[in-house]
């Protein structure tokens, strides 16, 4: 009897000691980018983006190993200039299975830098899991002297293996900073320290540990009302740029090719050159939503400023660029055409 009371206690302690060291199994979903880049010489600027495939990624940070049991795919292998709905469809999707079906415990994605903000943000409002969800990149190729990729995919799992990691939303991890996908934007065509939030950085991640210094205070993830395990296309939505005697004619092409929505990336408060809001307001008219957000890369794009929204039923993007603005004026489209339901939609989102 005493015997086998040991053997139990054993036993437990045995399955407790697993569980307890036992590592987060997290998944690397590769999509391309400079992080997978290649160039003809380690001095050139020269490369082409998305040549490396996943499995050499990881290889080339075996460090990982030691945080976590690691696994890897490859979604799709683009410069993110050429990121499309049908791969963030895609990806949103795999990344709901592998967290809330296949036990995955984060989740990274590398991914080109020129439209990693607009992918973070769409992941962060259509992947229901309060997991992290972690976007690496790098700004220089994987051939270059000092390629940050290695760095930043390190950092990124670490950060996921944090417990508390968990219900940020989606974030970006570059340059050992862990900035939010709402507050997130490119600041710099070149330079490694290009990422930036709006509002700051959330956290960081230092000799392998994620700090965080603040919390995102709008809807994300699982607090998220948009669901796209239905669809396989989204609304179409066009930008339109603001400028000086400017044109026209991008406006009304939109309005020809019946696009569900229009963003302007409009001159100071979200302001219309005069012809293009004369074209702005007959889309209007015709059922076509306009979003104004502005061309200015930070501040507010104000609710009934210069332009009077609530008589043209426009919609004013607040907090959002053009890019992000466009992303949930698609999914707002998803689910209704009332504007003020789409106003409710930026104050939450
Ligand atoms: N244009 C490429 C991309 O976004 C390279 C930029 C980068 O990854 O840094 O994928």
Redesign the pocket.
Same mark, same amino acid.
């Given at each position: 009897m005493r015997n086998l009371r040991f053997t139990m206690l054993v036993f437990v302690a045995l399955v407790i000691s697993i569980t307890l060291c036992a590592k987060p199994k997290i998944r690397i979903i590769a999509t !391309?980018? *400079?992080?997978a !880049?290649v160039a003809a010489s380690s001095s050139s600027s020269a490369?082409t983006?998305?040549q490396v495939g996943i499995q050499t990624l990881i290889d080339a940070v075996p460090q990982v190993k030691d945080l976590a049991e690691v696994s890897g795919e490859q979604l799709v292998n683009? !410069?993110?200039?050429?990121?499309n709905d049908q791969v963030w469809l895609k990806l949103a999707k795999r990344v709901n299975q592998l967290l809330n079906a296949e036990g995955y415990d984060g989740v990274l994605i590398t991914?080109? *830098?020129? *439209?990693?903000e607009e992918t973070a943000y769409f992941l962060s409002l259509t992947v229901h899991s309060d997991k992290p969800v972690i976007l690496v990149?790098?700004?220089?190729p994987s051939t270059a002297i000092s390629a940050d990729g290695p760095a930043n995919l390190y950092n990124g799992v670490a950060a996921l293996c944090d417990p508390t990691s968990k219900g940020h939303g989606v974030m970006a991890c570059m340059n050992n900073m862990l900035i939010d996908a709402k507050s997130l934007y490119k600041s710099h065509t070149t330079d490694c320290a *290009?990422f930036k939030g709006t509002y700051g950085q959330i956290g960081y991640v230092y000799n392998g540990k994620a700090y965080y210094t603040s919390e995102p205070t709008y809807r994300h993830t699982t607090r998220s009302e948009f669901n796209v395990d239905n669809l396989d296309k989204l609304p179409q939505v066009g930008i339109v740029y603001g400028y000086a005697n400017a044109s026209a004619l991008p406006m009304q092409a939109f309005v020809n090719a019946k696009f569900d929505g229009i963003v302007l990336a409009g001159v100071g408060d979200g302001n219309f050159y005069k012809d293009v809001f004369d074209v702005a307001l007959k889309a209007r008219n015709s059922g076509i939503q306009i979003v104004r957000s502005s061309r200015v890369p930070t501040g507010p794009t104000c609710l009934n400023g210069e332009v009077d929204d609530s008589k043209y039923h426009f919609v004013a993007a607040l907090n959002l660029n053009p890019q992000k603005a466009r992303v949930l004026l698609q999914l707002a489209l998803t689910k209704t055409h009332d504007w003020q339901q789409i106003q409710k939609y930026f104050q939450e989102y």
């Amino acid at each position: 009897m005493r015997n086998l009371r040991f053997t139990m206690l054993v036993f437990v302690a045995l399955v407790i000691s697993i569980t307890l060291c036992a590592k987060p199994k997290i998944r690397i979903i590769a999509t !391309g980018g *400079t992080i997978a !880049g290649v160039a003809a010489s380690s001095s050139s600027s020269a490369y082409t983006a998305g040549q490396v495939g996943i499995q050499t990624l990881i290889d080339a940070v075996p460090q990982v190993k030691d945080l976590a049991e690691v696994s890897g795919e490859q979604l799709v292998n683009i !410069g993110s200039q050429d990121m499309n709905d049908q791969v963030w469809l895609k990806l949103a999707k795999r990344v709901n299975q592998l967290l809330n079906a296949e036990g995955y415990d984060g989740v990274l994605i590398t991914h080109g *830098t020129d *439209t990693m903000e607009e992918t973070a943000y769409f992941l962060s409002l259509t992947v229901h899991s309060d997991k992290p969800v972690i976007l690496v990149g790098s700004m220089r190729p994987s051939t270059a002297i000092s390629a940050d990729g290695p760095a930043n995919l390190y950092n990124g799992v670490a950060a996921l293996c944090d417990p508390t990691s968990k219900g940020h939303g989606v974030m970006a991890c570059m340059n050992n900073m862990l900035i939010d996908a709402k507050s997130l934007y490119k600041s710099h065509t070149t330079d490694c320290a *290009t990422f930036k939030g709006t509002y700051g950085q959330i956290g960081y991640v230092y000799n392998g540990k994620a700090y965080y210094t603040s919390e995102p205070t709008y809807r994300h993830t699982t607090r998220s009302e948009f669901n796209v395990d239905n669809l396989d296309k989204l609304p179409q939505v066009g930008i339109v740029y603001g400028y000086a005697n400017a044109s026209a004619l991008p406006m009304q092409a939109f309005v020809n090719a019946k696009f569900d929505g229009i963003v302007l990336a409009g001159v100071g408060d979200g302001n219309f050159y005069k012809d293009v809001f004369d074209v702005a307001l007959k889309a209007r008219n015709s059922g076509i939503q306009i979003v104004r957000s502005s061309r200015v890369p930070t501040g507010p794009t104000c609710l009934n400023g210069e332009v009077d929204d609530s008589k043209y039923h426009f919609v004013a993007a607040l907090n959002l660029n053009p890019q992000k603005a466009r992303v949930l004026l698609q999914l707002a489209l998803t689910k209704t055409h009332d504007w003020q339901q789409i106003q409710k939609y930026f104050q939450e989102y």
